[in-house]
């Protein structure tokens, strides 16, 4: 009974380790691919109301920086 416990605890932790290793990242020819791409413009995530929304004392930031005090934009070419 010692055994199979001890055999069990060896394999959750073997597992465990496998489950958090990190996961395949992209190559360098892909991140290469991407960044010769042209800058194109994001579309704009919609917005949707939740129950934590009632709690929530500060504005989100969209709508707080969209009263003109500063633009934010691309860089200007030279």
Known sequence: MLL???VG???ALGLGVWLGLPGRGPSAAEIDKVLDQPVRRRRRVSRHFTPMDWF?????APDRLSHGRFRVGPP???
């Open 4 to 6: 199979l416990k001890i």
């Open 9 to 11: 605890a060896i394999l």
């Open 56 to 60: 929530r004392r500060e504005k989100r």
């Open 76 to 78: 200007d070419e030279r």
